[in-house]
T-cell receptor
Framework: AQSVTQLGSHVSVSEGALVLLRCNYS??????LFWYVQYPNQGLQLLLK??????LVKGINGFEAEFKKSETSFHLTKPSAHMSDAAEYFC?????????????FGRGTSLIVHP | DSGVTQTPKHLITATGQRVTLRCSPR?????VYWYQQSLDQGLQFLIQ???????AKGNILERFSAQQFPDLHSELNLSSLELGDSALYFC???????????????FGEGSRLTVL
């Protein structure tokens, strides 16, 4: 079965610092990959997605992610963290080995931003 | 605002009881997904409906059931509730059949169930 692993349940950064949230997938066949964000007391919303058109994907709020097949990774980055980025971030995968269109989500990473 | 509406937002009930969670998808979306979010299990897929028919099943307990009505709203029924059923239940909708691998899901704000 398809799976994703998010390294680190919590990541803490200072405002203005680089944000790096890690995601690795398990498929030998490149899947479609997504990052979602969940703000407190809200549902998940899409940040960005990789659908094989380009390996570097830009999303909303200054976030971007790079698909690296050799590393089976899709890490999320932002050059400069803002207080409003504090939220839970989920990596999700579709397709790949097994071919399911049902998204499988990682356990989530909570981003903490210090002033 | 995703356009997906879930009610109730909060629900507190006792063990052994039955509850119904309701979801209205985005206008035009035919596909509805239900997910359970808990601290120990993360976000787990329960079930998907497309245009009134069950399309895919995940880790849904036999005590749980769902349906999608002709007006496309969906209900998730949870019965014989146990303490471990306490969680945040999300509904999401998707465009079309919801089976495209590149398509995103649009999530509601969730229904928080507490079983005492």
């Amino acid at each position: 079965a398809q799976s994703v692993t998010q390294l680190g349940s919590h990541v803490s950064v200072s405002e203005g610092a680089l944000v790096l949230l890690r995601c690795n997938y398990s498929s030998s066949v490149p899947p479609y990959l997504f990052w979602y964000v969940q703000y407190p007391n809200q549902g998940l919303q899409l940040l960005l997605k990789y659908t094989s058109a380009a390996t570097l994907v830009k999303g909303i709020n200054g976030f971007e992610a790079e698909f690296k097949k050799s590393e089976t990774s899709f890490h999320l980055t932002k050059p400069s963290a803002h207080m409003s980025d504090a939220a839970e971030y989920f990596c999700a995968v579709k397709g790949g080995t097994g071919g399911s269109y049902i998204p499988t989500f990682g356990r989530g990473t909570s981003l903490i931003v210090h002033p | 605002d995703s356009g997906v509406t879930q009610t109730p937002k909060h629900l507190i009930t006792a063990t052994g009881q039955r509850v119904t969670l309701r979801c209205s998808p985005r206008s035009g979306d035919l596909s509805v997904y239900w997910y359970q979010q808990s601290l120990d299990q993360g976000l787990q897929f329960l079930i998907q409906y497309y245009n009134g028919e069950e399309r895919a099943k995940g880790n849904i307990l036999e005590r749980f059931s769902a349906q999608q009505f002709p007006d496309l709203h969906s209900e998730l029924n949870l019965s014989s509730l146990e303490l471990g059923d306490s969680a945040l239940y999300f509904c999401a909708s998707a465009e079309g059949s919801g089976t495209t691998k590149t398509g995103e899901l649009f999530f509601g704000e969730g229904s928080r169930l507490t079983v005492l």
